[in-house]
């Protein structure tokens, strides 16, 4: 915790802590998301003591910690297998799994009053007990919106301002009950745009799209890896992964780093490596040297920005759109400028912007002073705008008053 908060990590996220079933398992120790005790907590991991600690010294180094929680579907040895009314049912009476492909798991059934209680008190001795900041709902969009809504009224009474995260792309989860959605759409095509299989400019057009259909104010996660992909270092390479990420820092909404990312870390997490113990292998960063440098320091430009943490998002022209994204942020007397090549090809033309910007694209490529905890501006302006020269993968940002 030391480490992720001199990274300047703001919010801890734990993927399922609760003990894993074991009936139709999958895997060599089944799947975290196969939950046989929402109330407890997994052994291989520690006691309810240990993680109360780990809650209070995040606390500590103004961490926020959130916990995934598995709402939608249960272990078939669930400790709430009792209650068979508590699941759903075939016309023969028996429990099924959520989807064919879920074979290890059993469908809750949210008809039931009493499974929405049960859940709804759950959710709530979680805040209650541990002083947890709140969730990361998996499936969030598999269970009703309704039952979302009332577990956040009640949460909210027991700790105002918790955070809640839906995995799911559902406009309607962030009217009421979550904070923060997935961007699957964007991961999506920024990942076939970057695998040579879509112009870049689709990109926008997604942005566009998911604009027009959320909430007003709403915010979206935005990602480059996470625990159900390959590894973004094996989709794009290394410059093409740190490319995927610029977009995730400096896009609007809140970026998410999966564990591992920041020291190029390669090891696979998605099924079926999933059910699997899959150490991260943290040296590999001694081979990878700009990958801390890069996440500490766009890390510290995010903090340092309220521009990139809020700011309006308009789109750029430039001279290749299909192979270069550009685009700015604005809040107050501060303007952001963000070009990011998507391409293995390196570019030079030129974007619609002009003036007295600053480069503070962070610089990667060689180590930090020991003493600077932070980039500072570079000194000099940088009059090259509106031209523009971009490596392969390669991003620039730039910075003016207003």
Known sequence: MDRLQKLGVDVLWLMPIHPIGKLKSKGTIGSPYAVKDFYAVN?????????KRLVAEAHRRKLKVIIDIVANHTAWDSVMMKNKAFYTQNAKGEIIPPVPDWADVADLNYDNPELRKYMTEMLVSWIRDYDLDGFRCDVAFFVPTDFWENARREVDKVKPNTLWLAEAETPDLLTKAFD??????NHSVMT????????????RKNWEKQKGELPKNSMLMRFSDNHDERRAIARFGEKGALAAQTLAFTLDGVPMIYNGMESGDSTESGAPALFEKMPIFWNFAERRPEFPRFYKEMIALRKNSIALRRGDLTWLKNSDESRVLTFTRKSGAEEIVVAINMTNQPFFGAVEA??????????????????????????AMNNA??????????????????
């Open 385 to 402: 705008l509106p031209s523009l020269s971009l490596d392969a993968y390669g991003f620039r940002i730039f910075r003016r008053r207003l």
């Open 43 to 51: 052994p291989d991991y520690g006691t309810s003591a240990d993680f």
């Open 354 to 379: 002009a003036g007295n910007f600053t480069e503070i694209t962070p610089n990667i490529g060689a180590p930090l002073p020991p003493d600077d905890d932070k980039r500072k501006e570079k000194s």
């Open 180 to 185: 923060l959605d997935y961007s699957w759409a």
């Open 192 to 203: 076939n745009v970057l695998q040579g299989n879509l112009p870049a400019s689709e990109i």
